[in-house]
C-alpha cells in the first residue's frame, strides 16, 4: 500500500499554511498573521502539557482520525479543527528541530509548514518540512508535480 501524500493547494492571503496529515487523514489551518503570537502562545501551553514528542503526535493521530475523546465530544468540526492546528503547531515549536523556523514562518505569515506523520501507534514518526513563502514550496512541489507519481483524492468531512 502506497503512502497518502497531502499537499496545500493554495496560499493563503491572511497568514501562514499548516497542513498535517497522518495516513489518509489530513487537516489544514491557516494561522493568520494577526493571531500570530497567540497562536504560538496557545500551542506552546498546549506543548508545555503534552509528556512527550511521542504522546504529542499519537495526539495529533487521534484528532486527526476524529477518535471520541474527552473533552472533544460535544465539540463543533471548527472548534476541533482549531485544536487540532494548535496541537500541531505546539509540537512544531517544541519538540521539532526546527522550533525556531517554524515560530519565525509564523511571525511572517507567509509561509507554509507541513507535518506529516508516519508509522503505527507503537513508532510515530513526524515529517516536518517548512517553507518560508508560497513560492518556496511551489518550488519544492514543482518536481512532485512534474512526476505525475499522484492521485486526486476526493476529501469528504463530517461532524
Known sequence: MTEARHFPKQPSPVGTVLLTSYDHFAHENIIAHAQ??????HGGQIAASVDDAR??????????CDAPEEPLLSASAAQKGSVLGLVALGYLITHSGFADKAREIV???QGVMLLNITGDAEALMA???LFETWDDYAVYLRPLLASGD???ERPSSFS
Do not use: E, R, S
Open 36 to 41: 500570530a503570537d497567540q497562536a504560538l502562545l
Open 55 to 64: 504522546h504529542h503526535l499519537h495526539t495529533l493521530t487521534l484528532l486527526l
Open 107 to 109: 511571525i511572517k505569515g
Open 127 to 129: 515529517h516536518p518540512q
Open 150 to 152: 499522484f492521485t486526486h
